[in-house]
């Protein structure tokens, strides 16, 4: 049985719990979609919008990538493989100071 997509109520749960811990609070945004015309700051409803949208597209895709294993190589072990960091933009920044 394939899983139910959460709602926009389910997200919008989602996503406030998760700003919240980071010290965002989303109540402070104009409500609607309108933006503030002194500040520029886009609605509320705007960057919830936005964010369901990222949710949704995103994190998924994130979730369900896994590192190639090289051929030949048991899934078993595949598996471990894929619980390693994901790969660096930039492995020398990392790697170089090891040396």
């Not at 998760?18 to 979609?33: E, H, K, N, V, Y």
């Amino acid at each position: 049985m394939a899983p139910t997509p959460p709602t926009d109520a389910e997200l919008d749960v989602l996503i406030r719990a998760r700003l919240a811990s980071l010290g965002i609070d989303l109540d402070q945004l104009p409500p609607g979609t309108t933006a503030d015309p002194q500040t520029g700051s886009p609605g509320r409803d705007t960057v919830l919008a936005s964010l369901r949208s990222f949710v949704r597209g995103t994190v998924g895709t994130l979730a369900a990538y896994q590192l190639p294993a090289p051929a030949g190589t048991d899934p078993v072990v595949a598996m471990a493989l894929s619980q390693q960091p994901a790969p660096m933009l930039y492995p020398s920044i990392s790697t170089e100071w090891r040396k």
